[in-house]
């Protein structure tokens, strides 16, 4: 699209090599797996909200949600808006504590203690092959945006990206992280800001938009629309926002999802894990801004363009002037680098706890574990630097992996949930609710297209797989023998502040 | 086989249809914003977080509290996703 110019290329330089270096400092005073894993628990939990927020904008929402904001209007907000802060809500008042008060390293090892190892094993080899699999996608998407954008060769793209986020965070772990996650999040709202600047100004702001859109045009009727009725047609309807995002999907993401919940574990006390999430939370109040208005300013100022998902590259490289596309394009690169680093992290927690110390060697030293979790580090930014190409040739196969693993999210939620509220919940119950959860999940995406008459099918689905699950764990349940209540109370959700 | 558990479903897939798009936009709304009031309400419900008892706050005034109490600032967030929700058509 276009070359980047020599003062451009300077100030992205200076931000790759900057993040690096900062990644050894940070680095350099630790020693045992709290340290790598957790921060030592000394995270500030306001970086630790900005990293939450930013992890969750990778390169595949920055352009996918611009682009669907580019045809759909502003409905996408409700990605940001309903989706998360209902479920971040809960997620800082019962999920996170929660966690932090029983003193785990990951939602896998909670499993094991609420439920039984077999539980805990299987939910870390869901969720940890879930996370180096999606490593490779990030890596290739990344590669092909930066194509896309600058021209650059597929093979540059992925090693740059591999080599800096890989070297950051093997050397400084999930404070490296987390750190470089704030910085990444301010540069990205300085160059969103920018584009959004310039974009309004272009076209004559909110007014100029609303005159500029023609509503009666066919697609456009619900263009500046964020309530949608199932006969819209849009892909974001009320009935799955609230059925899909809100009640589903966003709560196993913010309550459930490692990468999440580890970096508020990182924090200080129990009271900062929930300041964290509650700032995060206002820090996401305003990403619909950054994201949803400059994907529908480009609906006016770029109108017909053949991939929609391009429209973000498109309004940086025609909009800005030299200097200030530099200062975007390290956001840029920092959207992509953020879901990469995180899912590193998590994905290193979660095989060197819940697999290798459990399986292979129970009586590791804190040292021997970070030394195995730096490795596993190393090994899989490795993976998904081989996996980013064949990603690229065998889309369809990796699109359908990606998918099938998503799946878990629903089901893994609906046992954690019941595991935390129900002591009646059994170990083979949860097995039974997850394999049925998964089983619904994996038929309602086989014959969705025959049965679902409303758009977005995935949002139904997902709602549907933590019903099954959750029945299926509560009928099993009632017929098998749950664990003494000694032994679990400890582990059941109790309202406090 | 998949013709067949499609047309067992489809009924039901159907009926759930009809009576989710039977609901008007206006009733949606009100559904997300008592939704959202449940959940503030229930959070008002958890015990005071009473920060005097931290040591960083012992000593600061009363009012100034308020702010440094989370359930505050999750009910400020709640109720401005209830003004999204009505501004927003």
Known sequence: MQRLSPIDIAIVLVYLVGIVILGYFLGRK???ETDYFLGGRKLKWWMVGASLVVSDIGALELMGVSGAAYVYGFSLANYDWLACLFPMVVAAFVFVPFFWRARVYTIPEYMGRRYNDAVRVLVA???????????????????????????????????????????????????????TDTIQYIILVIGSVVILTIGWMKVGGISGMVEAIDTSAPGKEFFFDTILGLDSGYPLTWPAVLFGLTFVLGPAYWGGNQAIVQRCLGTGSERDAKKSVLFGACLKCTIPLILVLPGMFGAILYPGIEDPDTIYPTMMAELLPVGLTGIVFAAFLAALMSSVDSYLNSAATIWTMDIYKRCFNREASHEHLFRVGRVLTIVFILIAMGLAPITGKFEGVFSYFVTLLSMFQGPTFAILLLGMIWKRATSTGALVGLLVGVATSATLTWIGEDLFTAAEPALYIAWWAFFGALVATVVVSLFTQPKEWSAIEPLMFKKVA | MKETLASLLKPFADFCFEALNAIPLTGARIIF????????????????????????????PSGFLLFHDLRFWAVCILVLQIVLVIVFK
């Open chain 1, 30 to 32: 630790q020693h045992t």
């Open chain 1, 125 to 179: 080899l869901i969720w940890g092959s879930f996370m180096v699999a999606n490593l490779g996608i990030f890596l290739w998407v990344s590669a092909k945006t930066l194509n896309v954008l600058v021209g650059w060769q597929l093979h540059w793209s992925i090693l740059v990206t591999a080599f800096v986020v890989g070297a950051y965070t093997f050397m400084g772990g999930l404070r490296a992280v987390v750190v």
């Open chain 2, 33 to 60: 914003i008592l939704v959202m009031a449940a959940l503030a309400f229930w959070i008002t419900t958890f015990k005071d977080e009473n920060p005097k008892n931290l040591p960083e706050y012992s000593g600061k």
